[in-house]
Each structure stands twice: as structure tokens, then as C-alpha cells.
């Protein structure tokens, strides 16, 4: 006998994320709720992506960074077209100056790094349907062509043929821990360190673990300067997001500065258009102002946090703006939901 059906508990079996991300699209509250935000008409949503790629089991670095699969992502962009103003932040400062009369459901797509497969595969989906997008670029490993530090430690970690090892006063053994748990703990760890000790402890983990990687891998993963300067040139704005993304309370003032002052420079040089967007790495502002206005004394008329949320229209914080990260978990339910209800589903 089927006790399921006996029972009549559609929602058995669920976890409460899915069973309240069920109800609301089922009691259409996702479908009235884009609708009436838009009637009302002062709500800024950005929304954060990283990579749009196809999950597999054998990627080879971090594939915590992946947001959506490209089909995902094109469901997403039909959606947002239909539901929200996609904009752009200069679409976005000319409303707030009043050079633009806007009345609707404000909504800006945001990429963070700079990886290669927002031009593969991103890029092509939002031209399609006219869709505008930012991404905010970390200059040095575009100009170096060298891979970002979390993804150079899974690759290491995953490449590593060994059972064990020490590193910094931790012992990591994989016969206890998966390949990803060592992994996180060890990005844990690095979050935590200023730049210098996290950069030795990335070179430490390479050399004990014997795992040297191949350039090649930069390039499968990183954007050039030709496809950013390809996107600028057809409705992507460019933002910076520093130099070397370290995390920026942790930092100098000097260093502060410099990281701000010159990514923004550098873009600049290469796309020839004025770059006013910036995004914190790791959510780096760390709550302090004087990191903040460092923000916005290095020209930037706005800032992007990781801080889960929305935001009003004129009565935000240019500098310190809400985001809502999307997950490769998310399906079309579920990012409606977080969209409709971010107070209520968090993740
Ligand atoms: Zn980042």
C-alpha cells in the first residue's frame, strides 16, 4: 500500500525551505508579488552570480562558484524580462538624479571576478534578450593570468594523490574528510588571514602537496581583456572588484587605496568608458565606514555588498547595497521565491 497517498501529504519528505518555497508559488503569492513591488515602485533588487556553467563532478576547481547552468540562467532571464526593469547602475544614477522618471521593479544582474564563462556563456543568453548585466572584474588576475586563490586551492586539493597532510598547524586526513570539506575548511582559514600570510599558506599548500598548475587552466577560466572590452561595447557595464581581491578591512590604508584607485584606472584604460560601480570582495567593507568612504572617495557611485537583501529606492546606502546571492540549487520555484520573499527564503 502507498502510504503516502493514503496519508495525502504532498509535502512529506520535504525540507521547511522547500515546503515554504512550494506554498508560495502554489498560493500564486510569487506571481502577485513582482506585480504589486512594481505598482508601488521604489524596490532595487541586485542580484549576485558568479559563474554560469554546467555542474560537473570533475570540475576541477571551485565549484561552490557555480550559480546557475546556462539553462538555468536563460529561465531566470525570460523571468526577470517579464517581471522586473532590468537595468544597469548608470541607468540606475540617472534615475536617482532625477534625469530619469522611473516608476517600477528595479533590478540589476551582477557577476563578481570575472570569470571567462560570462562571456561563453552569459553574455550570448542576455544579448539574446536584450537583458543589460555588471561584472565586476579583479584586474590582476586578468592582466597575470593567474587563477583566483580559492580555486587554486581546490585545484591543488583535488589534484593532491596523497592520504594526508599538515599544513599551518592543521592536519587534514582523507579518510575522514571529503576532497570539498578540506577544501572549505581550508578557504575558512584563508578568509581569516591578511594577504601576505594567505599567500604563503596557498604557495605551502602547493609545494607539500606536489601540485603544480598548468597555465593553461587560467585560460579556460579567466576573462580577456577582449571579451570585456567585446561586452562593454554591447550592454555589459564593467565594475571593478579591486586588484588582488583581498579582504579590504584587513588591509592598509595604503593598500585600501591603491586596490580601489587602480583597478578602477585599469579598467578604464581598457574599455575607455568611466567605471562608477564597485563590488566588495568577501563582503570586505566588514561594517567600517572609513572603508566605505575610502569607496566613495575613489570615485565610485556605488558599492555592492554580499549582505542578503533588497533595497529602497531612495533610502539606501549607494555604498553598502544589498544583494541576493543566486545558488546552482535554485530552481525556477525557488528563485522566484527568494526574489518575491527575500525576508523569508535566505538561501
Ligand atoms: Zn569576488
Not at 544579448?127 to 585545484?155: E, M, N
Not at 597532510?165 to 571529503?178: A, C, K, M, V
Not at 587605496?257 to 584604460?269: G, W
Request: net charge neutral.
Amino acid at each position: 500500500m502507498d502510504h503516502d497517498k493514503v496519508s495525502g501529504d504532498p509535502y512529506r519528505g520535504m525540507s521547511k525551505h522547500r515546503i515554504t518555497i512550494e506554498m508560495l508559488n502554489k498560493c500564486k503569492a510569487t506571481l502577485i508579488c513582482p506585480r504589486i513591488t512594481r505598482l508601488i515602485g521604489r524596490n532595487l533588487t541586485i542580484l549576485v552570480y558568479h559563474r554560469v556553467s554546467e555542474y560537473k563532478q570533475s570540475c576541477p576547481f571551485d565549484h561552490n562558484l557555480i550559480s546557475a547552468s546556462p539553462e538555468a540562467f536563460e529561465e531566470q532571464v525570460k523571468y526577470l524580462k517579464a517581471n522586473y526593469d532590468c537595468m544597469d547602475f548608470g541607468t540606475l544614477s540617472e534615475i536617482l538624479k532625477g534625469d530619469l522618471k522611473f516608476r517600477g521593479n528595479a533590478l540589476i544582474i551582477t557577476f563578481d571576478d570575472g570569470y571567462r564563462d560570462n562571456y561563453d556563456n552569459a553574455y550570448p543568453i542576455l544579448k539574446a534578450h536584450g537583458i543589460p548585466a555588471t561584472i565586476f572584474i579583479a584586474t590582476q588576475f586578468i592582466d597575470k593570468r593567474s587563477l583566483f586563490w580559492w580555486d587554486r586551492v581546490a585545484y591543488t586539493v583535488k589534484q593532491f594523490r596523497g592520504d594526508s597532510f599538515n599544513i599551518n598547524g592543521y592536519r587534514f586526513e582523507l579518510g575522514l574528510s571529503s576532497r570539498e570539506d578540506i577544501i572549505n575548511e581550508i578557504l575558512v582559514i584563508l578568509k581569516n588571514l591578511d594577504d601576505c600570510e594567505r599567500q604563503n599558506m596557498i604557495e605551502q599548500l602547493e609545494q607539500k602537496l606536489d601540485v603544480s598548475i598548468p597555465q593553461r587552466m587560467a585560460e579556460t577560466l579567466l576573462l580577456t581583456w577582449r571579451q570585456i572590452c567585446e561586452m562593454s561595447e554591447h550592454g555589459i557595464e564593467i565594475g571593478a572588484h579591486t586588484v588582488s581581491h583581498p579582504v579590504l578591512h584587513k588591509v592598509s590604508q595604503e593598500q585600501l587605496i591603491y586596490e580601489l584607485r587602480e583597478s578602477k584606472r585599469r579598467i578604464e584604460e581598457e574599455i575607455g568608458k568611466k567605471v562608477i560601480a564597485f563590488s566588495y570582495p568577501v563582503n570586505s567593507h566588514g561594517g567600517k565606514d572609513q572603508v566605505k568612504k575610502a569607496v566613495r572617495d575613489s570615485g565610485y557611485s556605488f558599492a555592492t555588498t554580499l549582505t542578503h537583501g533588497t533595497n529602497k529606492l531612495g533610502a539606501m546606502n549607494p555604498h553598502s547595497l544589498r544583494r541576493l546571492t543566486v545558488e546552482l540549487s535554485h530552481d525556477l520555484d525557488g528563485f522566484r521565491a527568494k526574489l518575491s520573499f527575500p525576508q523569508i527564503i535566505k538561501y
